[in-house]
Each structure stands twice: as C-alpha cells, then as structure tokens.
C-alpha cells in the first residue's frame, strides 16, 4: 500500500515550483482545467520516486475548505542537512510553531504552517 495526499490551496502554480525548492523535488501529473488556465487542477509533488503531495486549486471545486491544524504532513528525513533546506523555503511567510530543535523522539523537528496554509511537521532521525 502506498498513501499520496492532497492539499487544495490557493496559487497552484507557484506552490508547485515552491515545493519542488523545498524538497528538491520534481512533478508529475500536471493538469490544467485549460490551455487558458494559470493554475494546476491537479499536481503531484515527488521526493525520490515517491509522489509525496497532490496539490490543486480551491478554486476548481465548489466547496468551503478551511486551513487548520486539523491535518498535518509529516516528512521523516534521514539527512539533517536536507531538513535545514527544506525549512529554509518553507519558513518563507509560514507561521512556524517549532523552529528546527530536538524532538522528544528525534534528532531534530520542525512544526510550521506555510504560506499556502499547509501544515508541515518535519523530522530527522539517525
């Protein structure tokens, strides 16, 4: 079993390049509702070979979505170093709750909710 997740947010386009930044990460499965649009109805965010977050545009569906703390993703990095990138991006106008520190059950931990309204908990174990 594997597990993708979706985040509808606001600004699709500049999300996607915003998180591939973040994550060193590349796309796949980007779809525009049409040629004229200047957003994704659908985009997938991949870490490796993992696609990690679909993402698309509130704007395409006709429902009421609220940003909260209700959901979180969470990244389990095995390099530090990749972690302090990916915080580096995210940080840029996030609420951040837990700047980079040590975790009760890791090495290092980062709880923060970025510019697009996703929340993020990011952590690093040896």
Known sequence: MRAKFMAYI???MEALDFYCKAFNARTQNC???????DFYAHAEIVIGEQA?????????????????????FWLLFDDEKRLTAAYDVLKDSAEVRCPPSPGGWCELMVDLTDKYGVRW?????K
């Open 31 to 37: 779809f525009k509702n049409s040629d004229s649009d």
């Open 10 to 12: 606001n600004g699709t």
């Open 121 to 125: 908990l990011l952590s690093y174990e």
């Open 52 to 72: 990690i977050l679909g993402i698309s545009e509130r704007s395409c569906y006709n429902l009421d979505f609220t940003s909260g703390t209700a959901m979180q």
